[in-house]
């Protein structure tokens, strides 16, 4: 089993910024990629973007691309979702998963095998 813990959310006003992190225990491996999702009050969940654990390539929705990079520290098994010029759309319970067999990276929910409990991050106008 995975655990994964989110943290870094808050209140932010718009145009700023945030990094989220995500700590994993448990079981790991290289081929384990890591993805970051949202769910704004009253919407569905929405993937944001992907890395693979090895190769460090990465995968964003054209939402965010440009204004939201993910990155990893494989020796923490920690995956980190920087968010720049942050809008008051923005404001979604935001979680990290793993998919544990990874045939490439993807933003398809049903790939990913372990989820976070999930950090709140409110943008004000």
């Known amino acids: 089993q995975v655990q994964l813990v989110e943290s870094g959310g808050g209140l932010v006003q718009a145009g700023g910024s945030l990094r989220l992190s995500c700590a994993a225990s448990?079981?790991?491996?290289?081929?384990?990629?890591r993805g970051w999702f949202r769910r704004p009050l009253g919407k569905e969940r929405e993937f944001l973007a992907a890395?693979?654990?090895?190769?460090?390539?990465?995968y964003y929705a054209d939402s965010v691309k440009g204004r939201f990079t993910i990155s990893r520290d494989n020796a923490k098994n920690t995956v980190y979702l920087q968010m720049n010029n942050l809008k008051p759309e923005d404001t979604a319970v935001y979680y990290c998963?793993?998919?544990?067999?990874?045939?490439?990276?993807?933003?398809?929910?049903?790939?990913?095998?372990?989820w976070g409990q999930g950090t709140q991050v409110t943008v004000s106008s």
């Open positions: 998963a793993v998919d544990s067999a990874p045939y490439g990276l993807t933003g398809r929910q049903g790939e990913y095998d372990y």
């Open positions: 448990g079981r790991t491996a290289g081929s384990y990629s």
């Open positions: 890395i693979g654990n090895s190769s460090g390539n990465a």
